[in-house]
Every structure is written in C-alpha cells, then in structure tokens.
C-alpha cells in the first residue's frame, strides 16, 4: 500500500508535526509506505484567483499518481482561504478531490478545523439593496462551494476524517459530505523522543528563573503552543491576577511566525494593566527538544480555550504527555476525552474566577494532580502514533475495498 501525504512541511505548524509522526508511524507498521508532499503555501499565498489555485493543486496529480491513496492534511489556509476566503478555499479542495478520483486515486481528508469554526455568520436581511445583493450572492457562493465539496466526496471512493464526534456532525451539516464518508480518528498524542542536552536545560531554567525571580515555595503555571486569542490566554492572565502572589505563568510558545494579528499586543497590554510583569514569563519559538525542560518547570498546565474552538487542539496533547496535570476548559473536544479517560480537570469555557479555583485545586492537591497524570498516561498509550497509524491503515484497507 502505496500512501502520499499532502501537508505543510518543514515550517512551524503542528499539523507539519502531526504529518511527519504519522508517516513515521505508517511506515514503521510495515505494511505501507508512506511520503509526504509539501505544500507550497507561498505559491498558494500569491495566487490571484480561484483558477490560479485550481492549477497549483493539479499540478500535484503527476506525483500523486504513483500512490494507491492520497491523504490531504487539511487547514482551510492550506487551500488559500487567508487569500481567497473560506468559500475559495472549498471551491479548490472540491475541484482537487475531483481531479484526484477521476484518476483513479482514492483521497482522504483530515479536517484538523472544526467547518462551524469558519462557516458564514447566519444571514442578515437589510433594507439597503447594495448589500442586500452582496449577501445574497456570498450566501449562495458559499453553500455552492460547500454542496461542490460534498458532492466531490460522494462521486468518487474517498474518506473525510474529523477527530471529535462534533467535527464530524459539522462536516455533514456544513459541508454536506454524506454520513458513510466520514470517519472518526483520534487525533494522536506523541511522547517526545528527543529532550535537550544538559546545558541547554540549565540554560532555560535559569533564564526563566531570573525573569520570575522563583523561589522555593512558588507555582508555575504553564500555557502550551503558539499565542492565539482561542487559546485563553487573556482569560489564564485574569485566573493568575486572581490567585497568590507565588502563582506565575510560563507561557511555553510565543507568537506563530504568520500571524500578523494584534493579539499579542492585547495580550501584553492586559499584562501591563493587571501589572503581572513580574508574574509572566513568554518564551520565543523554541526546538521540539527543549518542551522537556519547560515542562520540567511547571506545576500545572491550562488549556483555558473558548468555547467556539471545536476541532483538536495538537498543543493540548504535548500537555497530555508531559507528566503534569492538566487543567482545560470543557468544550466539547475536551470532554470527549475526559468521557475515554479523565485525565483533565474541567472548568467551565471563559470563566477565569473558576480557572483559577480549579488551578489551584490541583495545584495544592497531590492526590488529584496524580491521578490526572495516570489518567492521561492511559489515554496517550491508547492514542498513541503508532495506534493511530494502524486505525488509519485499517481505513484505507476499507476504502480500497469498497472501491474494487
């Protein structure tokens, strides 16, 4: 079984990540090979029009004609919605699945965004007929994009994956892929293989010692992954204003290198204005190996996260496999995996007074703090790489004989 990867590679992106574990994974199963094909998202970026992707994506059939399955790790920005808009971006993933059936190759997509999370806000009627027309037209661009997509599926032998039951409601419902085409798949949790050496981990617990002045008796909270609005970490700021002075937060991550948002600003901002600077430490974008030493630092980690976020979260499982206990806002991704294993504890999305109750509640709880980490162990060993890798390969032996 010949597999083809298509996903970013290369760059700072957790799904470029998640890529590479699985293929390792696939490979090391033993009864496939597997490639990945790196999108070139500059290209995708200077595109002008609809047309100008549509050729970029079909100039990838040459090579994806040498694998008997086409696996697209899918982000609407992958498909040039931050160009083009979301419809756009359907419009190519629907033309390319055509493109890919018609010559033979059986795709599956792996939607790592929830479609609620980008959908068109619901139709406003106004008297003004200039917009009323603009709407109109971008309601029905947008559904025919959405209807094209589903019907892409339905032509041709293919799979859609989603990693929560919710994404897999909405990609039904939003995109009109039928219901014997979707698929649930975990997304997997990887324990890290590679850890810095002893110096660099000096180097890291002193800079982040001095910054926060940490003494004997202080509790270090941890936010892991990139600085993103969804993420909470405004509402992790106003927990931390609420808690004891020896309270601090490592914010493990930094500013994702694309975004050219003003979040981060804000987010400084409300540092500033709570005057927790001597309470808060952001680290720069760092190596995979030095998560280990950050990790090592920290009492308790939060994943604090809105509750439109509805899809998986890659950050959230570096926090499953640290050996810290996790504290995450129950939104229906996290609850799904606290039903498998009840390895977080749960606070209610946006409510930051009981962030920081919960916080501190496993913070001065060893009892508590311990089972979660157990918890969490069994959830990592039973969505591990190499255990996702194997429910993938199980899919595709599925797909290729309902297509014969």
């Known amino acids: 079984m010949r597999i083809l990867q298509i996903s970013t590679r290369g760059v700072r992106c957790g ?13 090391e199963d033993g009864r496939a090979t597997c490639d990945i094909h790196p999108l ?6 200077a595109s002008q029009n609809l047309r100008e992707l549509d050729a970029y994506f079909a100039s990838l ?7 008997d399955f086409v696996h697209i790790q899918h982000e609407y920005s992958f498909f040039g919605s931050g160009r083009h808009g979301v419809t756009a971006a359907n419009f190519a993933l629907g033309n390319f699945l055509r493109l890919l059936g018609r010559a033979g190759i059986r795709p599956a997509v792996t939607f790592h965004s929830d479609p609620h999370a980008v959908a068109q806000p619901r139709f406003k009627f106004t008297f003004r007929p200039h917009k009323l027309v603009y709407r109109l037209h971008r309601r029905h661009e947008d559904r025919a994009a959405n209807r094209r997509l589903g019907e892409a599926f339905a032509a041709f032998p293919s799979a859609a994956v989603a990693h929560n039951a919710f994404s897999a409601e909405s990609l039904h419902a939003e995109h009109f892929i039928p219901k014997d085409r979707i698929h649930r798949l975990n997304l997997a949790v990887q324990k890290r293989t590679v850890s810095c050496t002893p110096a660099r981990r000096l180097e890291i617990r002193e800079r982040v010692s001095r910054d926060l002045n940490l003494g004997a008796g202080d509790i270090l909270v941890g ?8 993420k909470g970490h405004l509402e992790a700021l106003r927990a931390l204003h609420l808690l004891p002075p020896h309270y601090k937060l490592l914010v493990i991550g930094g500013k994702h290198p694309r975004d050219a948002s003003p979040f981060f600003d804000r987010m400084l901002q409300l540092v500033h204005e709570l005057r927790l600077e001597s309470r808060v430490h952001v680290t720069d974008t760092f190596e995979d190996e030095d998560l280990d030493a950050y990790f ?12 439109h976020f509805r899809s998986s979260s890659a950050a959230l499982t570096l926090g499953l496999c640290s050996g810290r206990p996790l504290v995450a806002s129950a939104i229906k991704p996290f609850l799904e995996i606290n039903q498998e ?4 504890e749960l ?10 109750y919960r916080i501190r ?5 060893p009892t508590l703090s311990a089972r979660l980490v157990a918890a969490a162990a069994v959830y990592t060993q039973a969505n591990s790489p190499r255990a996702i890798a194997a429910r993938h390969l199980d899919l595709f032996a599925s797909l290729k004989a309902n297509s014969s």
């Open 15 to 27: 799904i470029a990540h998640y890529t590479d574990v699985l293929a390792r994974s696939l490979n």
């Open 40 to 45: 070139d998202q500059d290209k995708i970026q």
């Open 61 to 67: 059939l040459p090579e994806a004609k040498k694998y």
């Open 223 to 230: 936010l892991v992954g990139f600085i993103s609005e969804y």
């Open 296 to 307: 090592e630092l920290t009492h308790v980690l939060a994943a604090p996260y809105a509750d």
């Open 341 to 344: 294993s009840p390895c977080l």
């Open 347 to 356: 606070h209610a999305p946006h409510a930051f007074h009981e962030l920081a």
């Open 361 to 365: 509640r496993v913070a001065e709880n």
